[in-house]
């Protein structure tokens, strides 16, 4: 039997897709990021608030938090444009946060590739052939 989504669960989708299509089209202000990501929406159980977890692409840091400051000041129009998109009894009152996991995804991705030339590096200065351990793998498959 497929799984049931809570009314919690179904009001934070929709509420995604309508905050990122309203931050794209609807506000215009120019000190805002054009490239604002909506990565994640939490409603509380009792629908009353609601957290908005927002990246900007290709932003230096200093300016987050005056985005969000943006932001935040233009949330209760942007809830007034959300009570008019969806049918809810209860919009929730909304706040946004940024969300550091893309960030922190691209550092780790970086260390990882560090690593990796590191040994790579040190393969070559050992004298060891880079492609033996993969012409093994295959001799072996076959």
Known sequence: MAKEFSRVDRLSQQMQQEIAVI????IKDPRLHT????????????LSHGKIYVTFLGMAPEKVQENLNILNDASGYI???????????IVPTIRFYFD?????GIRMANL??????SDE???????QDIDAPAAKATDEEE
Do not use: F, H, N, P
């Open 23 to 26: 931050l794209q089209r609807e």
């Open 35 to 46: 490239m604002i990501t909506v990565s994640d929406v939490e409603v509380s159980r009792d």
């Open 79 to 89: 809830r007034s444009l959300i009570a008019k998109r969806i049918q809810a009894r």
């Open 100 to 104: 550091k996991s893309l960030d922190e």
């Open 112 to 117: 990882v590739e560090i690593v990796r030339r």
């Open 121 to 127: 590096k040190k393969r070559i200065d050992a004298g």
